[in-house]
């Protein structure tokens, strides 16, 4: 993670970073984060109970709220704690415009330059700015908006050269920091023009898009590593677990890992999804159980019960077990299941 977090650095030296840590640091936690971390400007997260953990941790540099607050009673906490806070509609304005505060709260007033989930349209964002601008408790006031294609600058129905252009429309004339680059577009843009830049899945050894991790040096964060528990031998047309759907074209060693999706492997993840076992590529056979899944030993030699199994991490890409299974490796990660041990490095 601290060797992911250098290459964001690499990607826009001029600029300072807000770490992504939400969804308790993608499945990897606070604890571990906030050491990897340590050398990040600042942190950015969804959960305020997740914000105050830091503090209580010991980050005493920002923390910044991605999604703000949602009520009036949060902003208190936020002033004596010190966390900044996106605003994104009239509402959050609203609330502060109506708080009576003794410590002021710096802001991320956010513009909605075309993926059209939070902020305020270019056209409305100056008024917004103006009425924070007039509020005594309100600190700084930076700017932020989200890319819907980083990962595809030039997507026909939203490239990121125009949601560039609205914001530096919407935004002229206002002076505040800037922060919009999220991990696709410090990867391959540079960082763009910012104050600061939020890496999130970049920093856990994953891509936003079809990129590969490797071809940016990144290194994966998360290994997740099971057994073999037994060992069964199917001949041709025998199936292999619910719905049969795996059915053996030749004589198969079929191995049981004790892993299944109430541990956070997907489901639906197909026949044929990569796997190792004692660091040999083979496949998923069949479909994931709540508690095991099957694995082709046949071209595994010396394979059996205790063999080691990789279902991502350390030679097996999580991107690339995410695109086979039809999902993203944000996903896998922020899956796992609170009963699967974890054992930070």
Same mark, same amino acid.
């Given at each position: 993670m601290r060797h992911n977090l250098g290459i964001a650095r690499s990607k826009a030296p001029q600029a300072k970073i807000w770490a992504i840590v939400k969804a308790n640091a993608y499945g990897h936690g606070l604890t571990a984060a906030m050491r990897a971390f340590d050398s990040a400007e600042g942190m950015g997260l969804i959960e305020i109970d997740g914000a105050l953990r830091l503090r209580e941790l010991g980050w005493t540099r920002p923390i910044l709220l991605l999604e703000g607050f949602f009520d009036a009673s949060d902003l208190p906490l936020l002033a004596q704690y010190g966390i900044e806070s996106a605003v994104h509609n009239v509402e959050q304005i609203a609330m502060l415009e109506s708080a009576h505060l003794t410590a002021p709260i710096n802001v991320h007033l956010k513009m909605n330059t075309g993926m059209n989930r939070l902020g305020f349209t270019p056209q409305a964002f100056a008024a917004a700015h103006a009425r924070l601008r007039a509020i005594p408790w309100v600190g700084k006031i930076a700017f932020m908006t989200h890319f819907a294609n980083a990962d595809d600058a030039f997507h026909e129905n939203l490239p990121l050269a125009e949601q560039l252009r609205r914001f530096q429309e919407g935004s002229k004339g206002l002076v505040g920091e800037v922060n919009i680059a999220n991990s696709a577009a410090t990867l391959l843009n540079n960082g763009l023009n910012g104050a600061w830049i939020r890496p999130g899945i970049m920093l856990y050894g994953a891509t936003p898009g079809g990129s590969?991790?490797?071809?940016?040096?990144? $290194?994966?964060?998360?290994? @997740?590593?099971?057994?073999?528990? +037994?060992?069964?031998?199917? &001949? %041709? !047309?025998?199936?292999?677990?619910?719905?049969?759907?795996?059915?053996?074209?030749?004589?198969?060693?079929?191995?049981?890992?004790?892993?299944?999706?109430?541990?956070?492997?997907?489901?639906?993840a197909p026949d044929g999804t990569p796997i190792l076992v004692d660091g040999v590529r083979t496949r998923v056979l069949g479909r994931v159980s709540m508690d095991m899944l099957m694995v082709d030993l046949?071209?595994?030699?010396?394979?059996?019960?205790?063999?080691?199994?990789? $279902?991502?991490?350390?030679? @097996?890409?999580?991107?690339?077990? +995410?695109?086979?299974?039809? &999902? %993203? !490796?944000?996903?896998?990660?922020?899956?796992?299941?609170?009963?699967?041990?974890?054992?930070?490095?």
């Open positions: 590969s991790a490797a071809e940016f040096n990144l $290194l994966p964060a998360m290994t @997740l590593e099971s057994r073999i528990i +037994a060992v069964q031998q199917i &001949t %041709l !047309g025998e199936a292999v677990g619910y719905g049969s759907r795996f059915v053996a074209d030749a004589s198969t060693t079929v191995g049981v890992v004790a892993c299944g999706y109430a541990d956070g492997y997907p489901r639906h046949t071209p595994v030699k010396g394979a059996g019960l205790g063999s080691r199994v990789t $279902l991502w991490g350390n030679g @097996l890409p999580i991107d690339e077990v +995410a695109n086979a299974a039809g &999902t %993203l !490796g944000y996903e896998l990660m922020c899956a796992v299941s609170p009963r699967v041990p974890m054992i930070e490095a």
